[in-house]
């Protein structure tokens, strides 16, 4: 509502100032000058056209490619996404994240998000995932966005980005546990035409440590356990009193029974190890505007799977495309989608023409975000 006051204001004022000039020349017998206010009003009136002409948001326009466009200082966002993810080789597999956010400028070209997620997962009967379906909270996340070319000023626009997390869930398998993760990007855009035909390129990588709750349990030999089993301790060995001519015969027993009672008991437990993965990839976009504020586009994603933290072992690799929309409902209000579907990749030790062992079949994502 005090935009809309404030838009009402505006529209009457310069409905007023418009009305001076033009009485002006209706009645050019009267004698009445023009006076300077009016006419210092027409630049200014220039200069705010010129800036509305700077060009529509890229920052959602691409789909997974991220444009360069920063939040202004002295402006805020929220927004809501729904990232999905779905299709394997075999079952069933449907995972979303939802995605809240608040997004603030301290200064101009640097912008800071902070949101939160909540999983649902519904995994069935797929080789290698337990069988899950429940909706749960899934972590934190911050985003930080650093602006250091902006396409008005340069062929090109050029940002950093930086998103820490932390999660509570394994964002593809649901298995309850603590994970750290990491994803930069370096993200470049550029108007092809001005205000008609844009194009985006990111180059990403990605970085998650995942532990799983609970332990590991080991017998004394130093085997892991399927089952819990009683501690060694609550079970010692027992020792049959025995003549001291048959000493020799009995002490080989006595050790007899006692390895065979540890190898059936639970010596000890550790805590399951933390597993280690990063991803690499780029993805480029174009965005052509079909009408006004309403963006049409391509994208295509390559990305590879590796083991530890550093891109150490080779997993995988898959090639996504899709098209993507971008409007602009209005001032305030934009609405971005994007549906990606894997067309090539390779899984190490895995025959076929894709890779669902590491990635999803199809992707998708729906945001709407508010600026003020």
Request: include cysteine; hydrophobic fraction near 40%.
């Amino acid at each position: 509502m005090q935009h809309l006051f404030r838009s009402s204001l505006m529209a009457l004022a310069f409905g007023a100032m418009a009305t001076v000039p033009a009485s002006a020349h209706d009645a050019p017998g009267s004698g009445a000058q023009v006076s300077p206010a009016s006419n210092t009003g027409q630049p200014a009136a220039k200069g705010d056209e010129a800036k509305g002409q700077e060009g529509p948001d890229t920052e959602d326009m691409f789909g997974f490619t991220v444009g360069t466009d920063v939040l202004e200082k002295g402006h805020y966002e929220i927004s809501s996404e729904v990232e999905s993810s779905f299709g394997k080789r075999f079952g069933r597999y449907h995972v979303d994240a939802l995605k809240n956010t608040f997004t603030f400028a301290p200064f101009d070209g640097f912008s800071i998000e902070l949101g939160a997620i909540g999983d649902r997962f519904s995994i069935r009967n797929v080789p290698g995932l337990d069988n899950r379906s429940f909706t749960g909270f899934g972590g934190l996340s911050a985003e930080f966005k650093w602006q250091l070319l902006k396409r008005e000023a340069s062929p090109f626009g050029l940002t950093l980005l930086a998103e820490p997390s932390l999660g509570f869930l394994d964002e593809s398998t649901g298995e309850r546990g603590r994970s750290q993760g990491l994803e930069t990007r370096l993200l470049l855009d550029t108007a092809l035409i001005p205000d008609t035909l844009f194009a985006g390129f990111n180059i990403i990588y990605e970085a998650e440590k995942f532990r799983p709750r609970g332990v590991r349990l080991f017998s004394s030999e130093g085997e892991e356990l399927d089952a819990p089993l009683a501690s060694c301790l609550a079970r010692p060995p027992k020792v049959n009193p025995a003549p001291a001519e048959s000493e020799d015969a009995g002490g080989s027993m006595e050790a007899a029974n006692a390895d065979e009672s540890k190898e059936f008991c639970t010596a000890f437990a550790r805590r399951k190890s933390a597993e280690r993965s990063s991803n690499f990839g780029v993805s480029g976009a174009l965005a052509f505007q079909a009408l006004p504020n309403l963006f049409l586009g391509a994208e295509v994603r390559y990305l590879r799977a590796y083991e530890g933290l550093a891109l150490q072992h080779f997993r995988g690799e898959a090639v996504f495309v899709g098209p993507t929309l971008y409007a602009k409902l209005s001032d305030h209000l934009a609405l971005s989608a994007v549906c990606s579907t894997q067309v090539a990749g390779h899984a190490v030790g895995v025959p076929g023409r894709l890779d669902l062992d590491n990635f999803s079949r199809h992707q998708a994502k729906l945001k709407i975000k508010y600026e003020f």
